[in-house]
């Protein structure tokens, strides 16, 4: 991976860093009551994941010279909404995982009704922590970030996507079909996580319409190179349990495409994303490279 | 029930039919894809309850002068809250029900796994509308609504309660306990159902205060009297399992009390409501009318 640089890998463990910081301060302490859900709803976003969401919103933010403070939050935010969705995800109604981030799942390490609490209760925290910090210069864009949040978790954003997923199983859908279900289920946050990024600071309109280009290109990709990683890793690479799709009976990219057109394709929407940037100069460095990342990454 | 005069029954029907009006244009509509995520969200919702927490929401904006097309969103959010807690609270992992409101659970009537996404994607949408919708004078009053909404439905409000309702089942809680739980799990929701319907309109910090204790009380009162109701009514009366507590061997305000003194405590209660809302006037009148139907219910 000679194209992510040695700077690109500091600014990443920074942010990394960073957004451990926010996340443990943001989320209840352990000990206040009621303690185990507050110590479960801990256990499910901490010390776990890449965080390319709110690598994105930071990214996005260095376009629009947002202040790191604003970013931290709407990038908790985001990663709450996405690690609520892990949860409630990895139930037995839904994927019925025992692995997620190479520990067990939260209903495993506590029970289902915890995990569903926990999955509940995290989406509030999520919107709670865009009303109540400053994120933007007015009020009213803040609201609208608000509703940006709000309906890229909803049933037009994640949880319709997991609604097409569910019925998906078990049929032969076509590439169209494999896309408006990635649209929705990971692509919605993804934009959101840009979106908002792009927020806490000042772009033009045309620039926020190049980064929404960027993001719905890196969005698929991901979600690509997910379905490439998942039907040739092993369990222990990738944290989580592998070749679980193909087994479910789950269409895939790989399923549909062949793993050597499927691997073109995340070539092609990287080549994407890098030209949606293009005009917006050295600012959108730390896009571009998250763009080579989620493409070349091996986990 | 004398005490409840006709042009209260009126002024009920009349915010009962506006709801159910308005609730239907915020759902997404059921041919909307994905369909069958819309159309269960639309029946865990539509045509079903009392609309208390609406109901309170009208009765304290007729203090605040606030306009109902304000109070219609800021119910139709909380009300959607609440339906999304009834949907995750009768799944086989929580209460595992078969019955609300008359008819089959949504997770009987369509599946777990939908019934899940339900209940994610209504809380998005209640979110959502409270940052959509002009409710405020100002934006920055409008995000402190969102404010809380999202504090109400989460770890340290509703979704808190559920865990320590969870976790009460099979102990036995003295009374303190018991209501720390009922204050949380359905009093957070009633207080933030009365403070925003006040928010859409103006009231002095004196008058907030007296607003919120009366919710407090009628919180309680109203939590009081379902168990009262629950260890004497009969399933089809309720519209839901009747007795369900006691044989789950959960401590209810019955089981700690007794019967008698459970009566008791809801007048008390009730006179506590009353005597709350004594400086505020004629503007409070449905306020009052509230708490004498939420006590002397017999459904």
């Known amino acids: 991976m000679k194209v992510i640089e040695t700077d690109f890998q500091a600014w990443m463990g920074g942010v990394q860093a960073r957004m451990e910081a926010a996340l443990g301060r943001f989320l ?6 009621p303690a185990r859900l507050h110590e479960a709803m801990r256990y499910a976003v901490l010390e776990g994941g890449k965080r390319v969401r709110p690598l994105l919103a930071f ?7 947002a202040a790191p403070e604003r970013l931290e939050t709407v990038a908790a935010a985001v990663e709450l909404i996405h690690a609520y969705s892990l949860v409630h995800d990895d139930l037995p109604c839904m994927d019925d995982d025992v692995l997620r981030r190479g520990k067990p799942t ?15 209760a995290l989406q509030s925290l999520a919107l709670q922590l865009l009303a109540e910090h400053r994120l933007a210069d007015s009020a ?3 609201l609208e970030m608000v509703r940006t949040l709000a309906l890229a978790a909803g049933s037009r954003g994640m949880a319709g996507g997991q609604q097409i997923d569910l019925e998906s199983t078990g049929q032969s859908l076509g590439l169209p079909e494999l896309e408006l279900m990635h649209i929705h ?10 979106t908002l990024g792009a927020a806490c600071g000042q772009v033009s309109e045309s620039e926020k319409l190049k980064l929404d280009h960027y993001a719905k290109a890196v ?18 690479t990738l944290g989580k349990t592998a070749g ?6 789950k269409p895939t990219y790989v399923s549909i495409l062949g793993p050597g057109r499927a ?10 994303a890098h030209a949606a940037l293009e005009s917006l100069g050295p600012r959108a460095r730390r896009l571009a490279q998250l763009a080579d990342f989620i493409v070349l990454r091996k986990f």
């Open 28 to 33: 209840p302490a352990a000990h206040l009551a």
């Open 59 to 65: 990214g996005a933010g260095e376009v629009a010279h």
């Open 106 to 120: 939260v209903h495993v390490e506590y029970d289902e009704a915890t995990a569903l609490l926990v999955g509940d």
């Open 140 to 142: 009213g864009a803040q």
């Open 185 to 194: 289920k990971t692509g919605a946050l993804i934009r959101a996580a840009v």
């Open 219 to 236: 969005g698929l990709a991901f979600q690509v190179v997910d379905d490439v990683l998942d039907s040739d890793a092993s369990t222990a």
């Open 244 to 249: 679980k799709d193909a087994r479910q009976g």
């Open 263 to 272: 691997g073109e394709l995340a070539g092609e929407l990287r080549a994407e």
